[in-house]
Antibody
Framework: EVQLVESGGDMIHPGGSLRLSCAAS????????MNWVRQAPGKGLEWVSA????????DYADSVKGRFTISRDNSKNMLYLQMNGLRAEDTAVYYC?????????????WGQGTLVTVSS | DNQMTQSPSSLSASVGDRVTITCRAS??????LAWYQHKPGKAPVLLIY???TLQSGVPSRFTGSGSGTDFTLTISSLQPEDVATYYC?????????FGGGTKVEIK
């Protein structure tokens, strides 16, 4: 059974940093691209970032480019999102999602999400 | 970037009704279009990919159609468990943009 479990969400002041983690199990993690998707309160889903199977290729939404860094550790089946320079508009539930192929495309499995609140 | 526009933003229908949601891409995305169902507090669920292919385990009352820039998600007979927000997503290239969502309620 595919499982994705996010952690690391917290309440943080504007300008602060946070690292989200996603523990993956039940599939060959190192052979699938991975995505981060977020949902701000009362808003829709927003794709945030994607990473290739090796971690060598990463992509970001314009809203987070230069502030967020996606990474993965295939030896530990872990996905990460380092978030720096956090802003109030980054407040959201962050979902880890498995791509259905080795390329970042549609997501066929999602975690339950972790809440990040940016507030002074 | 390619924008994804969904309509309507919300709808209310009776149990057993046929429900149709549309999604329009601002540029041609061929058939690289997915539909998701999202219930509050739950993980989103992939319903349809490649515009019209039903994901394994998804009830057959969900169908997708379209190609290029115009796409449709249809629920043939609305059930109480279908109350959710539905999103389209393009995946021909990054950014993997979502539509704004359509909230479906029971009348």
């Amino acid at each position: 059974e595919v499982q994705l479990v996010e952690s690391g969400g917290d309440m943080i002041h504007p300008g602060g940093s946070l690292r989200l983690s996603c523990a993956a199990s039940g599939f060959a993690f190192s052979t699938y691209a991975m995505n981060w998707v977020r949902q701000a309160p009362g808003k829709g889903l927003e794709w945030v970032s994607a990473i290739s199977v090796s971690g060598g290729v990463t992509d970001y939404a314009d809203s987070v480019k230069g502030r967020f860094t996606i990474s993965r550790d295939n030896s530990k089946n872990m996905l990460y999102l380092q978030m720096n320079g956090l802003r109030a508009e980054d407040t959201a539930v962050y979902y880890c999602a498995k791509s259905s192929s080795s390329r970042p495309i549609r997501s066929d499995y999602w975690g339950q999400g972790t809440l990040v609140t940016v507030s002074s | 970037d390619n924008q994804m526009t969904q309509s309507p933003s919300s709808l209310s229908a009776s149990v057993g009704d046929r429900v149709t949601i549309t999604c329009r891409a601002s540029q041609d995305i061929n058939n690289y279009l997915a539909w998701y169902q999202h219930k509050p507090g739950k993980a989103p669920v992939l319903l349809i990919y490649a515009a019209s292919t039903l994901q394994s385990g998804v009830p057959s009352r969900f169908t997708g159609s379209g190609s290029g820039t115009d796409f449709t998600l249809t629920i043939s007979s609305l059930q109480p468990e279908d109350v959710a927000t539905y999103y389209c997503q393009k995946y021909n290239s990054v950014p993997l943009t979502f539509g704004g969502g359509t909230k479906v309620e029971i009348k």
